[in-house]
């Protein structure tokens, strides 16, 4: 079953600090995957997209990096700042018969305390 | 800077009523899609649109769905009879080439089904 598990759920930081978030997908045929920053009632916004041959992609401070073999995924976030506190969610798209299918995490809910 | 807007941003609505929710794409994108998010959940993929038919739709896009573009700029997603459970912001995106490119994502219309 196609599926995109994102951890931790909920994570609360410093302003200026670092953090990680994880995605683990069971996708297959995997064709990208994708982050998106989400803010409260907004539209996602996107941060990266890598396909199956890109190891890492960094946009300003949001760097992505991307392991095939584990089907893994991590974004991390340097020198975070008050304007990151959103959710953080993980797609996956798989390209099968000549279609794509977007499997979408639950996102991981950041919050950024001065 | 070009964005995805779309109209309105909240519709209220009776149950069995039929409702258009509309979205302006970026001019020069050709690759359309409508996603939703019932409140607390994740996103999920509704349908892509390219060259005035469908590309790809999920299991969710059922008989109940429609999507049009009527004219140069719109492109409307039309529930036929609306059921309580297709309260949810709805989100529209756009690409430019190709559905591996980065989706930009209008605001949403939040729909709520008395």
């Known amino acids: 079953k196609n599926q995109v598990e994102q951890s931790p759920q909920s994570l609360i930081i410093l302003e200026g600090k670092n953090c990680t978030l994880q995605?683990?997908?069971?996708?297959?045929?995997?064709?990208?995957l994708r982050w998106y920053k989400q803010d409260t009632g907004r539209g996602p916004v996107s941060l990266t997209i890598?396909?199956?041959?890109?190891n890492t992609k960094s946009n300003g401070r949001y760097t992505a990096t991307l392991d095939a073999d584990t089907k893994q995924s991590s974004l991390h976030i340097t020198a975070s700042q008050l304007s990151d506190s959103a959710s953080y969610i993980c797609?996956?798209?798989?390209?099968?018969?000549?279609?794509?299918?977007?499997?979408f995490g639950t996102g991981t809910r950041l919050k950024v305390l001065a | 800077e070009p964005e995805v807007t779309q109209t309105p941003s909240h519709q209220v609505t009776q149950m069995g009523q039929e409702v258009i929710l509309r979205c302006v794409p970026i001019?020069?994108?050709?690759?359309f899609y409508w996603y939703r998010q019932i409140l607390g959940q994740k996103v999920e993929f509704l349908v892509s649109?390219?060259?005035?038919?469908?590309?790809?739709k999920s299991e969710i896009f059922d008989d109940q769905f429609s999507v049009e573009r009527p004219d140069g700029s719109n492109f409307t997603l039309k529930i036929r009879s609306t059921k309580l459970e297709d309260s949810a912001m709805y989100f529209c995106?756009?690409?430019?080439?190709?559905?591996?490119?980065?989706?930009?994502f209008g605001p949403g219309t939040r729909l709520t089904v008395l």
């Open positions: 995106a756009s690409s430019e080439r190709s559905s591996t490119d980065t989706q930009y």
């Open positions: 995605c683990n997908y069971t996708v297959s045929p995997f064709s990208n």
């Open positions: 890598m396909t199956f041959s890109e």
């Open positions: 797609v996956v798209s798989a390209y099968t018969s000549g279609t794509y299918k977007y499997i």
């Open positions: 001019s020069n994108h050709l690759y």
């Open positions: 649109f390219y060259n005035n038919e469908i590309s790809e």
